[in-house]
């Protein structure tokens, strides 16, 4: 009922199309940009409910409060507390480790405003973990999720960072002002 419905909604009523070439094994992280909207977890959390996939995802602790906090962490939310230096990514890489099916939806900007600098958490857990990163691209202009590359972590972090960025450029955010790769 709820694939249904998600699917009805997000394709029918909203017009997106998603094109999905990569294939998704039991573990990987989805890194998801550009993000310069609130409308991008609402896309995401239909797009999810369509396709049938339980992500979990990191969002600031400053949006777990009640009664939000349950809610979040129902859809699959994992508190980030960026002032404290805390050992997340080795957490979620063992996490994903010991798991059977590990799913972690994560925006590199790390907020909606532009960021030139991207976080490299995502990359880091991906590669401590031994899992693939899918780069899933949100359009808002042409309407379309597009996921066409996977990343395999080699330790290169410069290059391959180089080369997401790159994968990403030309997506248009809800706010494509809000969007930048930086020095690519």
Same mark, same amino acid.
């Given at each position: 009922?709820?694939?249904s419905?998600?699917?009805?909604?997000?394709?029918k009523?909203?017009?997106?199309?998603?094109?999905?070439?990569?294939?998704?094994?039991?573990k990987?992280?989805i890194?998801?940009?550009? @993000? !310069? %909207?609130?409308? +991008?977890? *609402?896309?995401?959390q239909?797009y999810?409910?369509?396709?049938? #996939?339980?992500?979990?995802?990191?969002?600031?602790?400053e949006?777990?409060?009640?009664?939000?906090?349950?809610?979040?962490?129902s859809?699959?939310?994992i508190?980030?507390?960026?002032?404290? @230096? !805390? %050992?997340m990514? +080795?957490? *979620?890489?063992?996490t994903?480790?010991?798991?059977?099916?590990? #799913?972690?939806c994560?925006?590199?900007e790390?907020?909606?405003?532009?960021?030139?600098?991207?976080?490299?958490?995502?990359?880091?857990?991906?590669?401590?973990?031994?899992?693939p990163?899918?780069?899933?691209?949100?359009?808002?202009?042409?309407?379309?999720?597009?996921?066409?590359?996977?990343?395999?972590?080699?330790?290169?972090?410069d290059?391959?960072?180089?080369e997401?960025?790159?994968?990403?450029?030309?997506?248009?955010?809800?706010?494509?002002?809000?969007?930048?790769?930086?020095?690519?």
């Amino acid at each position: 009922m709820w694939k249904s419905f998600c699917r009805w909604l997000l394709y029918k009523q909203m017009g997106w199309t998603a094109n999905i070439t990569e294939a998704h094994p039991n573990k990987f992280i989805i890194c998801l940009a550009p @993000h !310069t %909207s609130n409308w +991008d977890f *609402l896309i995401g959390q239909l797009y999810s409910g369509a396709e049938g #996939m339980k992500s979990n995802f990191l969002m600031k602790k400053e949006w777990f409060f009640w009664p939000l906090g349950s809610l979040f962490r129902s859809l699959g939310g994992i508190p980030v507390w960026r002032s404290k @230096h !805390t %050992s997340m990514t +080795d957490n *979620l890489a063992e996490t994903a480790r010991q798991a059977r099916q590990f #799913m972690l939806c994560i925006t590199p900007e790390g907020t909606r405003s532009p960021n030139p600098e991207w976080k490299k958490g995502f990359y880091y857990i991906a590669q401590k973990a031994e899992i693939p990163i899918l780069l899933y691209g949100v359009d808002y202009e042409k309407r379309l999720i597009n996921c066409t590359k996977t990343i395999i972590p080699n330790g290169d972090i410069d290059a391959q960072m180089k080369e997401i960025k790159t994968y990403f450029k030309d997506f248009k955010g809800k706010k494509p002002e809000n969007f930048t790769t930086g020095d690519i």
